[in-house]
């Protein structure tokens, strides 16, 4: 996400104040956004210079300047930010030109599940499971995990990827799907057979879930998709 460094500078007097010039150190973790930053203030590094002009006795001047912190950093991280102002004036106040901000950050990962099945299988046949995993952010997420509990109707064939991405244990399939950067996805396809003697009309629904160690601020994150069995025979009659 963006982050605002809101600064304000006043001439509190007596006399006007030429060249008045801010210089903010944006700490190393960050970016400087210049399109969302105000015009006046331009980057060399991480030092950026704002170019105020004339500062007449009462007047304010204020301004945002905007930094991108990246989706990898880590919850807890603390963001030092100081700014001081200086011009031809002589300060008639000196220690009050200079203001420093701290920001922690904290981490948060929207992870979003679809899933999609056929809508009929005949009994006797395979079919899959399509999942996809989205991270929409805005940090990245860790420890994703995937876990899909399959119908017990069913029986387990593969998983891609496989193991040791994905496991099954009876009819649960567990797929560890490690870092998830913001705005990617991980797909995941999991083959299951249904056996002949399932009766027609039967019907398959499948739940699956996904979470990872960063917090989601949208939650339950499930999915499920159902297939009716329908059952066929395709008899032949032979005499002589």
């Not at 304010?60 to 991280?77: C, E, Y």
């Not at 399959?150 to 009819?171: D, E, I, Y």
Request: net charge negative; glycine share 4%.
């Amino acid at each position: 996400e963006m982050l605002s460094y809101q600064i304000t500078v006043t001439n509190n007097g007596p006399n006007s104040a030429e060249h008045v010039i801010v210089t903010d150190t944006l700490p190393s973790d960050v970016t400087f956004n210049a399109s969302q930053s105000d015009p006046k203030c331009q980057a060399s590094s991480s030092t950026i210079t704002c170019t105020l002009g004339t500062l007449d006795k009462d007047d304010q001047s204020s301004f945002a300047i905007v930094a991108d912190v990246p989706s990898t950093l880590a919850a807890g991280s603390v963001l030092n930010n100081t700014a001081t102002v200086d011009s031809d004036a002589h300060e008639d106040s000196p220690g009050d030109e200079t203001d420093s901000a701290s920001t922690t950050v904290e981490t948060a990962a929207d992870l979003a599940l679809t899933k999609s099945a056929p809508a009929t299988v005949k009994a006797g046949q395979q079919f899959t499971y399509t999942l996809i995993v989205t991270n929409h952010g805005p940090s990245l997420a860790t420890s994703v995990v995937l876990t899909d509990n399959l119908p017990s109707q069913v029986g387990f064939v593969s998983a891609t990827p496989g193991s040791p991405t994905c496991t099954h244990s009876g009819n649960k399939v567990t797929c560890n799907l490690g870092t998830l950067a913001s705005a990617a996805s991980s797909k995941v396809t999991i083959i299951v057979d249904v056996p002949q003697n399932t009766s027609d009309g039967t019907s398959l629904t499948n739940q699956a879930s996904v979470s990872s160690s960063v917090t989601d601020p949208t939650t339950p994150n499930n999915a499920s998709a159902t297939t009716t069995v329908q059952t066929e025979a395709d008899l032949e009659l032979t005499k002589s």
